[in-house]
């Protein structure tokens, strides 16, 4: 079972889906969600109202999921290399517990994390 849900940033959405995990269900019940977010590379992260620990910790991650950073509570949208990144694998700062999917093209995150600003995240 999986949650639709929309990433709205600089007024264009982008659809994606949270996983069954128990911190995705964690974040499906503190949805909608809305913050300022910062970047790392091609990464966009978030602080969020959810603490959870490490579920499954993954080390490398691939562009488009979703995940989970317990040591800042962020929510993390991967969509490319970070500084950490070895090439073109994409590594988190430290694991991460896989929370989702963006659903299409993640690269648009790039043009839309240039813009700065704020990012919400609701259920469809």
Do not use: H
């Amino acid at each position: 079972m999986s949650f639709p849900i929309a990433i709205v940033i600089g007024g264009e959405t982008i659809e994606a889906e949270l996983n069954n995990s128990e911190t995705a269900l964690r974040i499906v019940d503190a949805l909608p969600l809305e913050a300022l977010f910062s970047t790392w590379g091609d990464e966009i992260y978030f602080t969020i109202p959810v603490s959870a620990g490490l579920q499954d910790g993954k080390e490398t991650v691939e562009a488009g999921d979703l995940g989970y950073w317990p040591p800042g509570d962020a929510f993390c949208i991967f969509y490319g290399p970070t500084p950490g990144s070895d090439g073109n694998e994409i590594q988190p700062a430290s694991p991460v517990t896989i929370i989702g999917r963006v659903i299409g093209d993640p690269k648009r995150f790039k043009m839309l994390s240039a813009r700065g600003g704020t990012v919400r995240v609701e259920r469809v």
